[in-house]
Each structure stands twice: as C-alpha cells, then as structure tokens.
C-alpha cells in the first residue's frame, strides 16, 4: 500500500509570489491534516480536512488555505510569501474522522525555501 | 503554540542503553502520542495512548501517562543505532480540535 505521497519535495520561491503544495493521503484515507515544520516554531497545525470540508484550522494568517478534493487527495496553499514561511510542510492522512484520536500517517514532507 | 515540551532537548547514549525522555503539557487531553522524525523527514507514529490509560508497550518501547502530573515518558530499551531520530510528543485536547507538538528530544545513539 503506498504511503502519503507529498509533491514537490522541494521548492524555492520569491517572495510575494504564491506556492501550492499537493499531499495525496494513503488509499482510503479520508482525513488530511496540514503541518507547518520550522526551527523556531517546531511542528505547528495548520488544518485538517475531512470529506471536503475544512474541519479545524490552526493559528496561522489567511494566506494560509487549503482544500480537498472528491478523491481526498489535498492541496495547501500560501499566497504573498514571505521569507518566515520558508519551513517543511507535513501533510498526515488518518482512516476515519476522529483524526486525533487515531495514528496518523505522514509525508516525506515539501521543503520550502523563500528567497 | 505547542503544547508539549520534552525533555532532555538532545540525550546522547550508546547502543544497547536505555533512553527515556519525557513530555510535559499544560491542559485535558484526550490521547497523547509519540512520534519519531528522521533528519528533516517525515514522522513515524510510535504510540498512542489515551488518557484513561497509564502504560502501554510496542517492542521496545514503553510509553507511560500520568495524567495527574500531565506528563508522558517514551522509554527505549537496548537501543540500537537506528533509532537515532527527534522524539515527539503531541497531545489532542479536550477543548481544541488539534493536535499539538512538542520541540522534541534529539536522541543520539552511538554504535
């Protein structure tokens, strides 16, 4: 069974430019979380999406979105980058709708640098 | 804002001690659970345990919840080289819909 498949793996932007991220969760997963990865914050939820619909969303600006499509297959989004939201970006997949309360399965990760 | 913080922030043993590192939280939870990074990649579920159980066992690893002191302790015996990794705790609470982690404990086993 393949596992949380995350593209790109690496990315460099400009600042102010936007960037999207694509996570594909594990086959019959229906649950995709968001994590945002730096030194300085360490590990920080951004959302989490179930069947479509965002269903918690951490503290983080609205430049932050994200969504979900049909297959549950996810992508993050941020708009008007800047150098503070270089980080690795974690996406996590979980069977059911209790994805807190059950194992969740993580990505490899996309590293993304804003120059 | 995390909710865990583990301690040591880096422990350094060598292969076939035992590692024990601990996390601590500030509010109700549900579950706690481990997670282990390698370098800059994705994590690895350890354990879960939830907040109406005291210990629990996977292999090698023991993971222990006390929930009056709101603390958490991941022992690893006979470790082994490849278990050197960042440990993770994180924490689901009762009143926030998501999972919170930790700074993580740098374990360095040397062969």
């Known amino acids: 069974k393949a596992g949380v498949t995350q593209t790109p793996r690496y990315l460099i932007k400009t600042r102010g430019q936007q960037v999207t991220l694509s996570c594909s969760p594990i086959?019959?997963?229906?649950?995709v979380s968001w994590y945002q990865q730096t030194p300085g914050q360490g590990l920080q939820f951004l959302f989490e999406?179930?069947?479509?619909?965002?269903?918690n969303k951490g503290n983080f600006p609205g430049r932050f979105s994200g969504r979900q499509f049909s297959n549950s297959r996810s992508e993050m989004n941020v708009s008007t980058l800047e150098l503070g939201d270089s980080a690795l970006y974690l996406c996590?997949?979980?069977?059911?709708?209790?994805?807190?309360?059950?194992?969740?399965?993580f990505g490899q990760g996309t590293r993304l640098t804003v120059v | 804002s995390q909710q865990g913080e583990e301690d040591p922030q880096a422990l350094s043993i060598q292969e076939g001690e035992n590692a024990t590192m601990n996390c601590s939280y500030k509010?109700?939870?549900?579950?706690l659970q481990w997670y282990r990074q390698n370098s800059g990649r994705g994590l690895v579920h350890l354990i879960l345990?939830?907040?109406?159980?005291r210990e629990k066992h996977s292999g090698r690893l023991r993971v222990t919840l006390d929930t009056s002191k709101k603390s958490s302790s991941l022992l690893i015996t006979a470790s082994r080289a490849a278990d050197t990794a960042s440990y993770f705790c994180?924490?689901?609470?009762?009143?926030?819909?998501?999972?919170?982690f930790g700074a993580g404990t740098r374990l360095t086993v040397k062969p």
């Open positions: 996590a997949s979980s069977l059911g709708a209790d994805s807190l309360n059950t194992e969740a399965f």
């Open positions: 086959s019959g997963h229906r649950s």
């Open positions: 999406y179930f069947s479509e619909t965002q269903r």
């Open positions: 509010t109700s939870i549900n579950n």
């Open positions: 345990i939830r907040s109406n159980e």
């Open positions: 994180a924490t689901a609470e009762y009143n926030n819909n998501d999972m919170r």
